[in-house]
């Protein structure tokens, strides 16, 4: 997968490559599938580097594989372009402007403010506002992969023992993996 | 201070690797380290910095672990989290993509992500219930909590609209 210059003639510069990130990075909101389309209008329709067909292999990998959305397929562009280099320099561009602007609130912005009534009542409103959007998060996932009776019953099962046991979510994690070895097999959906 | 830069780049490098599928997968882990764990944050302001992440540009768990970071360690542990958070996705990309390609294809590991998927629905739930009790604590926050759970299962809109829908509902309902 990953031949330098498969689908592209020309040699992109390392730092158009980080740049072109960078504002991926800084421009998109919401994290996860809401930066996957920026990037797609950005890499495919705007500059090209890679067409539609091998950005739908890009994002097999980037969804089935461990780590950030917007992170997996900054650096397999890169990459795609310019080998080991423009890997490394695509996840620097992505991940410069998170870094950048959290610092400036964590250290400046946050603790200037943290204590004003208003701020506070904004909190106030925002941690179930959060919450909702996690539960929301849970439910969403829940209707677009618990096809079978089998994925709902896992589900369930998995919920019980970590709510009895309290273990750590790898554990959980790596449990719902190994019964869906045995659970799933032979099942067409991936449910 | 080595020993809290240690870490925070051990706890982020396996909310990193264990995330997958993106977007809130890392809620879970990220409570277990920070909270029960580690004790480094309470509920509340984990949410707090979970709600700011989710505020400002780029991917949540990489802002979240840029605060984190800096709250534990200052600029040091800002770069140490947020570099244990991308680690695992540098490693497997840029060393182990072929053989991740292939496995990937795999009709066992499409099983054991399926299984995997499974397990992260309940954990999320189960994650938005433990830290909803320190956000849900009054007729008000549960009516927020309830509004903008409705309504983004009946408008999937961005995220980023809610978020500004709970600041301004707080605004307005907070015992001043």
Known sequence: MPSPLSSTEKRESLLTIMLTFFKVGAFTFGGGYAILPVIQQEIVYKRKWVNQSVFSDILIITQGMPGQLALNSAIQIGVRLRGTAGGLVAALGVTAPSVIILLIIAAWLYPMVHDNIYVQAAFYGLRPAVVALIAYAAIKMGRDILHGWKGIILSAVLLVIAIISQIHPILVLVAGGLAGLVFFRGSQTDA | ?176
């Open chain 2, 1 to 176: 201070m080595l020993n809290i830069l240690l870490s925070l780049y051990w706890s982020f490098l396996k909310v990193g690797l264990f995330t997958i599928g993106g977007g809130y997968a890392m809620i879970p882990l990220m409570e277990a380290e920070v909270i029960r764990v580690h004790s480094w944050l309470s509920a509340s302001e984990f949410l707090d910095i979970i709600a700011v992440a989710e505020m400002t540009p780029g991917p949540v768990s990489i802002n979240a672990a840029t605060f984190i970071g800096y709250r534990l360690a200052g600029v040091t542990g800002s770069l140490v989290a947020s570099l244990g958070v991308i680690t695992p996705s540098l490693v497997l990309l840029l060393l182990l993509a072929r053989i991740l390609f292939k496995l990937i294809q795999n009709p066992g590991a499409k099983t054991f992500l399926s299984g995997l998927r499974s397990a992260l629905v309940a954990l999320i739930l189960l994650a938005s219930y433990t830290l909803g009790q320190s956000a849900v604590i009054d007729l008000s926050t549960a009516f927020i909590f309830g509004l903008i759970l409705i309504a983004s299962l009946l408008r999937p809109v961005s995220p980023l609209y809610y978020i500004g829908l709970g600041a301004l509902l707080g605004l307005i309902l907070f015992p001043y």
